[in-house]
């Protein structure tokens, strides 16, 4: 199972809207769509599981295409290594 970050979402995206975009290329396993606490809209991006062959087949179909007006941004999660300090308080 291969973990994909999407950006540049548009803020009406919903889960049913990705379901349905990225199935065209596999089974669409979860997806977390990260959302305004406030609005409830999304935020701009989100993460969805697809197996290996799959989420390839959907970077490279979906990747710079245009969805809802937006260039979509897909590829695979990057892990934080230890290095990762995160935000400064």
């Known amino acids: 199972m291969k973990k994909l970050f ?4 548009p803020t009406t995206t919903t889960e049913e809207s ?5 199935s065209q290329f ?3 396993h979860s997806i977390n769509l ?6 409830g809209g999304c935020k701009g991006f989100g993460f ?5 062959h799959e989420a390839r087949a959907a970077i490279a179909g979906l990747d710079g295409k ?3 007006g937006h260039n979509l941004k897909v590829k695979f999660e990057e ?6 300090k995160g ?3």
């Open 66 to 68: 245009s969805f809802e």
């Open 6 to 9: 999407v950006g540049s979402l």
């Open 26 to 28: 596999g089974t669409v």
């Open 87 to 89: 935000r400064r308080r």
């Open 34 to 39: 990260v959302k305004d606490l406030f609005s």
């Open 79 to 84: 892990e934080r290594g230890k290095g990762h």
């Open 48 to 52: 969805l599981e697809m197996e290996g």
């Open 18 to 22: 990705l379901q349905a975009l990225f």
